[in-house]
């Protein structure tokens, strides 16, 4: 073992040990970037670096199970995402086709897929949902989210568009329904209904914005953004995302 390896060991060992479990979060969003600049960084082609980040969020969801996260929520494909080459969109949907279906069978994870399924191939689509129902016949208590074919815009407009047809099968008008709306009515209408909303925003890649990322959801949610690629993302970047969380005084907008 090298004698980088053993340093980098020795340092992860000490943040998990400053750790306190109480300050942790309970919902732990990732915007998975830098797939393409790692692969090409590396020399290699851009379905290499698609599995590659595929494999990383395996490694992620690990680590979270052991600090007892309850629900991470991943970015692997964006409505934006949906505009890129055909090549690359193939490349994308192949890795997060085998990333889902591997997540259903490993049994500790519970699966939804979160986003606008209409808009992917429904080859793709069939194949996921299944893996996701497969998943919850395992009982798993820690809740995965993919969000696939998403953007923030769009699952706005999804949930304003599902409220007003509920409404109106009440036979309610657009005028009584505006009266009375509330913000809680909104966020029954989301696809990530019934879920807390994410405490931690992690973003890798260097880049400091959410694109649109949980754009109701996270509006308490701290960040942190690093500089690694999404696939060359390691234990002790989660960790130092950890205790950078568990040192903030959250204000919850106060």
């Known amino acids: 073992m090298a004698a980088t390896d053993v340093l980098y060991g020795l340092y992860e060992r000490r ?21 393409r600049r790692w692969a090409k960084d590396a020399g290699h082609d851009l379905r290499s670096g698609y599995q ?21 929520t991943f970015w692997v494909l964006s409505t934006d995402n949906l505009q890129r080459d055909a090549g690359e969109v193939d490349s994308i949907m ?9 997540l259903a069978d490993d049994g500790r994870w519970r699966l939804d897929l979160l986003g606008s399924l209409d ?38 407009t999804d949930a304003m568009r599902a409220l007003l047809v509920e409404e109106a099968a009440k036979g309610r008008t657009l005028q009584e329904v505006a009266e009375t709306l509330v913000v809680d009515d909104i966020a029954e209408h989301l696809y990530t209904k019934g879920q807390p909303d994410p405490d931690l925003v992690i973003r890798t890649s260097g880049e400091q914005r959410l694109s649109g990322f949980l754009l109701w959801q996270s ?16 234990r002790v970047d989660f960790l130092r995302a950890m205790r950078s969380y568990a040192a903030r005084d959250r204000r919850f907008g106060a």
Request: charged share 20%; with cysteine.
């Open 15 to 35: 943040l998990a040990a400053q750790l306190d479990p109480a300050r942790l979060p309970r919902h732990v969003g990732a915007i998975v970037d830098g797939n």
């Open 52 to 72: 590659a980040g595929a494999a990383k969020v395996d490694e992620f969801l690990a680590w979270c199970h052991e600090l007892g996260v309850g629900t991470v």
């Open 94 to 102: 192949i890795a997060v086709e085998d990333l889902v279906d591997r």
């Open 119 to 156: 808009l992917l191939p429904a080859e793709s689509v069939g194949r996921m949902t299944r893996a996701a129902e497969r998943s919850a016949s395992h009982g798993a208590s820690m809740q995965v989210n993919i969000c696939v074919g998403y953007g923030g815009r769009q699952e706005l």
């Open 219 to 234: 509006v308490h949610s701290e960040f942190y953004f690093c500089d690694a690629l999404w696939p060359a993302f390691r």
